[in-house]
């Protein structure tokens, strides 16, 4: 696996918190990053079918088109009840505005009386401009409530609740969410293969 430390990094998402995420995990390394809206890099679709898929996708669309190495991210809420969904296509259930008060409600809706477990998946993709991609994947297991709580993070958080703990993703303070997320457990797989000791 390739050394990163030095590397000037694509962050290949047009999600505010996700970049705002991942940046704050890269930040005790050196690496430059530089998200792919301000490099005026456009979303190519998710047409894949698995958070791996839309990950390495979008990795390597930034990668081609920055000439740059690129880190994409694909996450989502997994419902086991509601047979797995919103899975890869949790940011679709927020609509075109990306209103996850929307997807939230729709997910209480649909869900009903039935069982509460859920989890967090996030994969990271790593692709450099000349093909070559590694894979990072990483969940975190909780229960889902309502009505949704805390207004910190972003997407789902303010209704998954950790296994362990009895605050939402939405109510913890930042660093403690980033210590035991789904894509802290991602990132410190990609830190293990990709950095050198700091």
Same mark, same amino acid.
């Given at each position: 696996?390739?050394?990163?430390?030095?590397?000037?990094?694509?962050?290949?998402?047009? %999600?505010?918190?996700?970049?705002?995420? $991942?940046?704050?995990?890269?930040?005790?390394?050196?690496?430059? #990053?530089?998200?792919?809206? @301000?490099?005026?890099?456009?979303?190519?679709?998710? #047409?894949?079918?698995?958070?791996?898929? %839309? &990950? &390495? !996708?979008?990795?390597? &669309?930034?990668?081609?088109?920055?000439?740059?190495?690129?880190?994409?991210?694909?996450?989502?809420?997994?419902?086991?009840?509601?047979?797995?969904?919103?899975? $890869?296509?949790?940011?679709?259930?927020?609509?075109?505005?990306?209103?996850?008060?929307?997807?939230?409600?729709?997910?209480?809706?649909?869900?009903?009386?039935?069982?509460? #477990?859920?989890?967090?998946? &996030?994969?990271?993709? !790593?692709?450099?401009?000349?093909?070559?991609? @590694?894979?990072?994947?990483?969940?975190?297991?909780?229960?889902?409530?309502?009505?949704?709580?805390?207004?910190?993070?972003?997407?789902?958080?303010? $209704?998954?609740?950790?296994?362990?703990?009895?605050?939402?993703?939405?109510?913890?303070?930042?660093?403690?969410?980033?210590? $035991?997320?789904?894509? @802290?457990?991602?990132?410190?797989?990609?830190?293990? @293969?990709?950095?050198?000791?700091?």
């Amino acid at each position: 696996m390739r050394d990163l430390s030095g590397e000037r990094l694509v962050i290949a998402s047009h %999600n505010p918190g996700k970049v705002a995420e $991942i940046a704050e995990l890269l930040a005790p390394y050196r690496v430059d #990053t530089i998200d792919a809206a @301000a490099l005026g890099l456009s979303e190519p679709e998710e #047409t894949g079918s698995s958070f791996e898929a %839309n &990950a &390495a !996708l979008k990795a390597h &669309a930034a990668a081609t088109a920055s000439g740059l190495p690129a880190l994409a991210d694909d996450s989502g809420l997994v419902v086991p009840a509601l047979d797995g969904a919103p899975g $890869i296509y949790s940011a679709r259930w927020a609509g075109p505005t990306k209103d996850f008060a929307v997807a939230m409600a729709r997910v209480h809706r649909e869900l009903g009386e039935r069982d509460r #477990t859920a989890h967090f998946v &996030a994969v990271l993709a !790593l692709a450099w401009p000349d093909g070559e991609e @590694a894979l990072f994947r990483g969940e975190v297991a909780g229960q889902l409530t309502s009505p949704p709580r805390g207004d910190r993070g972003f997407g789902y958080d303010p $209704i998954f609740v950790p296994d362990g703990y009895d605050q939402s993703f939405g109510e913890m303070d930042p660093d403690r969410k980033y210590a $035991i997320s789904h894509r @802290a457990r991602a990132f410190a797989k990609l830190v293990a @293969a990709c950095f050198r000791e700091r």
